[in-house]
């Protein structure tokens, strides 16, 4: 058989597998042809090959060949086919449910023909490359889920109350992240405001901030001030062994007459704008989860209405841009000083604004959340 015959053969092959058009498929087989695949093992007999198709198309209705990237090696009655196969998974494949995603994978088929016919087909996929791309949507999917459900855990980003006013932005640097926060406005009147960060990226950092974030909820319900609280998570953490893990957070709580109770583990110093000026919020103690008998000073500040509370991730301070140069907290200062008299949202939108613009192109290397509290 020439080249020029076997190519015109397959070239219908292909041309009738994108149409899915088993009777031209059926038509190409020897009488007696033996089919043998990773997916229906050996198949005999052209009735039997004609099912075979039927199956395949049922399983993949968008299967396509490009036949532009196909390459033909022949021999005497003997040619190689190398092609590319696209197809979405709406079916299980291997044992692997369906992922609803796109596949591509590489497929190579070695002919014999008798009579200008296809006598024997083997079908070899590049099934390392399939799972993998499987494994790979699977995961994307379940990471999709997680951070859907990490996006319910958070409350609202935005906060009116009696006496405050609170936005908030949390952007993590994967799908899903270990930056967490709350509100908590209490029947006192009190609200309460935590920011925290568990160490590392991914969802081994959002298990953990999970962990710690309803640890922390149950804790603020029921003890009476910040520092208490933060004990308390601490010896949570180490009662469950989390090392090498850790949490930094900063908690506290504002009451109506402007008076905040705060301490803080480890977190990033917040920011406290009044007509005086800038300050940061230094009280506090070590990370949560690295020592047993750890404590957290508290410190109490006077509030007057339109001062503004800012607190952030080390993700903000952290944020690199193309030339490898930290936004540092001389540009947070310069930024939220710069808005001091607008409500919450707005200087929050601005230090995001500003976030972006330095960073550019640079791919934000972790997770970064913004909390600004303004009391009314």
Not at 18 to 29: G, I, K, P, T
Not at 124 to 129: E, I, N, P, S
Request: hydrophobic content about 40%.
């Amino acid at each position: 058989m020439t080249r020029t015959e076997a190519s015109t053969v397959l070239r219908r092959h292909r041309e009738a597998l994108n149409r899915h058009d088993v009777q031209a498929l059926e038509s190409l087989y020897a009488k007696n042809a033996v089919v043998s695949s990773p997916l229906f093992r050996t198949i005999r007999g052209r009735a039997a090959i004609a099912r075979s198709f039927e199956t395949l198309f049922r399983m993949w209705p968008d299967y396509h060949v490009r036949g532009k990237n196909s390459l033909l090696i022949c021999e005497g009655n003997r040619a190689a086919e190398f092609t590319t196969v696209v197809a979405k998974h709406h079916s299980e494949l291997f044992g692997l449910p369906p992922t609803g995603e796109r596949i591509t994978y590489g497929a190579v088929r070695l002919y014999s023909f008798r009579d200008r016919l296809i006598s024997g087909e083997r079908r070899m996929y590049d099934l390392a490359g399939i799972l993998e791309r499987i494994g790979k949507a699977r995961l994307e999917q379940e990471l999709t889920v997680a951070a859907d459900i990490q996006r319910m855990l958070l409350p609202h980003t935005r906060h009116r109350g009696a006496h405050v006013e609170a936005a908030c932005a949390s952007m993590p640097s994967r799908a899903i992240g270990g930056d967490f926060f709350e509100y908590l406005p209490m029947p006192s009147g009190d609200f309460g405001l935590a920011l925290g960060d568990a160490s590392g990226k991914g969802p081994a950092a959002a298990l953990v901030a999970a962990m710690v974030q309803g640890i922390f909820s149950v804790e603020a319900e029921a003890a009476p001030g910040p520092a208490i609280v933060l004990s308390r998570v601490n010896r949570a953490m180490r009662r469950r062994g989390l090392e090498p893990h850790f949490v930094t957070m900063v908690y506290g709580v504002l009451s109506p007459d402007g008076c905040f109770r705060y301490s803080n583990a480890g977190q990033n110093p917040p920011i406290l704008l009044t007509e005086a000026g800038a300050r940061h919020l230094t009280a506090g103690g070590p990370m949560l989860g690295l020592f047993d008998e750890a404590r957290f000073p508290e410190e109490m500040v006077s509030l007057r209405p339109g001062d503004t509370l800012v607190v952030f991730s080390d993700g903000v301070t952290d944020a690199v841009n193309d030339a490898g140069e930290d936004f540092t907290n001389a540009r947070l200062l310069a930024c939220v000083e710069g808005h001091h008299h607008e409500p919450p949202q707005a200087i929050l939108n601005a230090l995001v604004k500003h976030i972006r613009a330095f960073c550019g192109d640079a791919a934000q290397s972790d997770d970064v959340t913004i909390v600004v509290t303004q009391f009314r």
